[in-house]
């Protein structure tokens, strides 16, 4: 059982929005702004909880999402980045299910 502290409440939502996010990514344009919101919150996060989530992925995953912004990219280059965005994004799941519900 999840003991309901600021931290654990936090780190559940930070999951619930990763996952969103990832559905949103996939089902509307790449373009869309709503992922750059969870990004702030994403780095914010990070910053706060420093020895959770590995702050290279954040920002790998913040700049892919930035690339996704241009409307240039096209083709395979905007599958690549979207795949590396889609894994870094899975690191941020694996990681607050692991500090969650233990081996964290």
Known sequence: ???PTT???TTLLVLAIT???LVVRYRTR???NWPL???IALVAYTKKFEDVIDPGFVFVAVVGALL???EFMSGWVLKVVMYIETA???YVILR???VLFGSG
Request: aromatic letters at 24%.
């Open 88 to 90: 870094c994004l899975g």
């Open 68 to 70: 996704l912004r241009f």
């Open 19 to 21: 996952v969103w996010v």
């Open 1 to 3: 059982m999840i003991a």
């Open 37 to 39: 919101f969870y990004y």
């Open 96 to 98: 607050c299910m692991q």
């Open 7 to 9: 931290f654990n409440i």
């Open 30 to 32: 790449p373009d869309n």
